[in-house]
């Protein structure tokens, strides 16, 4: 009952420029049985061949979901833990949209559905918008759900960072506009985007695992160049008790994201807050 989970925001594709090859490299290493991409670009453009390679090399099979940005979002899952039951994205909804997938495991008493997403890196308001749209995705339909992927805001409880090392139009979507009463205090960052995640019942389980362990180090950045956790992977209360470890991955220069890896064992699930939702 125990899964591998993994988040990765490729970088603008990875496959047009030679990138894929090593991030399918550090991918295999993790050996993810669910996989959670961001910045698919071009993967649903041409013939698609790229997505039939990337399911051959991982050994998994790979849902992408369309978005009006073309930057897309993928789930990959091992046939051998999940059968898909069903699937949802929407290209409109969400800047970049998203990729929502039901999956029947055996052993869980409800479908675990899997989203993965990309909020918008331009606006904590909109990011905040998107939130509220793949939180009811990952919900539904009993409230045992699995929400990661590239968040592009900064999570609650994180040190405070030295946001003068911020390209300056990272800080304007990512910190509390200045104190009119204070305006040359040093900029902090705005985590309504993780607060709302928490508001709806979901733990943050980078940070749940820090906090067990007393390994700050587990909260370091994400994004090389934002230099904030960006990458984050989120559970329902269901699943909270489920979560047996978590880590980076080093993507050695791949992509401008490190990747994030969670381990789940699913047979310690809080029955108590599943339920269905209309």
């Known amino acids: 009952m125990q899964i591998t989970v993994m988040s990765l925001n490729t970088l603008h594709g990875s496959h047009l420029d030679g990138r894929w090859a090593g991030l399918s490299r550090i991918i295999q290493g993790v050996a993810p049985d669910l996989l959670l991409l961001q910045e698919c670009s071009g993967w649903l453009d041409g013939d698609q061949r790229h997505i039939a390679q990337a399911e051959r090399e991982l050994g998994l099979r790979l849902k992408v979901g369309r978005s009006r940005t073309k930057i897309y979002t993928a789930v990959g899952w091992r046939q051998d833990k999940a059968r898909w039951i069903a699937y949802e994205s929407n290209r409109y909804t969400l800047a970049n949209g998203y990729t929502g997938m039901w999956f029947e495991m055996e052993g869980l008493p409800a479908p675990l559905t899997v989203v993965s997403t990309q909020l918008s890196c331009y606006s904590a308001v909109q990011a905040t918008i998107e939130a509220q749209t793949v939180l009811?995705?990952?919900?539904?339909?009993?409230g045992l759900g699995l929400l990661g992927g590239d968040f592009n805001h900064v999570p609650m409880g994180d040190d405070e960072i030295d946001w003068s090392q911020v390209r300056p139009y990272n800080r304007t979507s990512r910190c509390l506009l200045p104190d009119p009463d204070a305006p040359d205090a040093p900029p902090?960052?705005?985590?309504?985007?993780?607060?709302?995640?928490?508001?709806?019942?979901?733990?943050?389980?980078?940070?749940?695992v820090a906090d067990q362990r007393g390994d700050p180090k587990l909260r370091a950045h994400t994004g090389v160049n934002g230099k904030v956790r960006v990458d984050q992977i989120h559970v329902t209360g269901a699943l909270r008790p489920a979560i047996e470890d978590y880590w980076l991955v080093d993507t050695e220069g791949y992509s401008d994201h490190h990747a994030v890896a969670a381990r789940l064992d699913l047979s310690k699930l809080d029955e108590t807050k599943l339920h269905t939702f209309t």
Request: proline share 4%.
């Open 136 to 142: 009811a995705r990952t919900h539904k339909p009993q």
């Open 188 to 208: 902090k960052g705005n985590d309504v985007v993780g607060r709302v995640l928490k508001a709806a019942d979901m733990t943050d389980v980078g940070a749940y």
